[in-house]
C-alpha cells in the first residue's frame, strides 16, 4: 500500500534527497516556511525548511525503501526496519497552509489589550499592549511603557508573542 514516510536526512540534504527521490519517479513533500527575522539590521523575509533534515516521501514500504535508505543524502527512513506511515491529513493540513510552495505560519490573533512581548528587533524582549493593526496584516501598533514615558510603536506581528 502506497502511504506517506518521513525521511530523516543530513543536515541542509533535504532539497538533494527530493530531487533524488523525485527523479526515481517517488512523489514526495518538502514543505518550506517563510518568515519574517530581524538580520543585520534589516527584517528580512527567510525561506527555509519547515522540518529541517526531513522530507516526506510517498511509496510503498516493501518494494521501495531499500532504494530510499540507499539515496545520497538520507540518514534513515523514521520508524527504521518497520517504517511508520504519516497520515494524509497531516500532509493535506500541511499543504492547505501551502501557498506558492511555502508555509506561511500565522501570527496569533490578537485582541485589543493584550499584552505581547517582542521576541526579535531592535526592540526585543520589551513588553506592550497591543492596541490594533495597521492597513495591512503584518505590522501592529503596540503601547509601550518606559520609565516615566509611554510610546506607540509600529512592529511586525511575526515579532511579537502574548505575553504570560
Known amino acids: 500500500m502506497i502511504q506517506w514516510y518521513a525521511i530523516y536526512t543530513k543536515p541542509k540534504s533535504e532539497g538533494l534527497v527530493a530531487d533524488s527521490l523525485s527523479r526515481a519517479g517517488i512523489e514526495v513533500f518538502n514543505p518550506h516556511l517563510k518568515q519574517r527575522r530581524y538580520l543585520q539590521g534589516h527584517y528580512r523575509d527567510i525561506i527555509r525548511p519547515l522540518f529541517p533534515s526531513y522530507i516526506f516521501a510517498r511509496f510503498e514500504h516493501i518494494n521501495t525503501s531499500w532504494m530510499i535508505r540507499y539515496t545520497r543524502g538520507v540518514k534513515k527512513i523514521v520508524g527504521g526496519d518497520s517504517p511508520w506511515p504519516v497520515s494524509d491529513d497531516i500532509i493535506d493540513l500541511i499543504k492547505s497552509n501551502e501557498k506558492d510552495g511555502v508555509v506561511t505560519l500565522r501570527s496569533p490573533k490578537l485582541i485589543c489589550g493584550d499584552k505581547v512581548v517582542i521576541k526579535d528587533g531592535p526592540l526585543q524582549g520589551l513588553i506592550g499592549i497591543f492596541e490594533r493593526e495597521t492597513k495591512g496584516d503584518e505590522r501592529v501598533v503596540l503601547l509601550l511603557?518606559?520609565?516615566?514615558?509611554?510610546?506607540?510603536?509600529?512592529v511586525y506581528n511575526s515579532s511579537l508573542a502574548k505575553a504570560s
Open 145 to 154: 511603557n518606559a520609565v516615566e514615558y509611554q510610546a506607540r510603536v509600529i
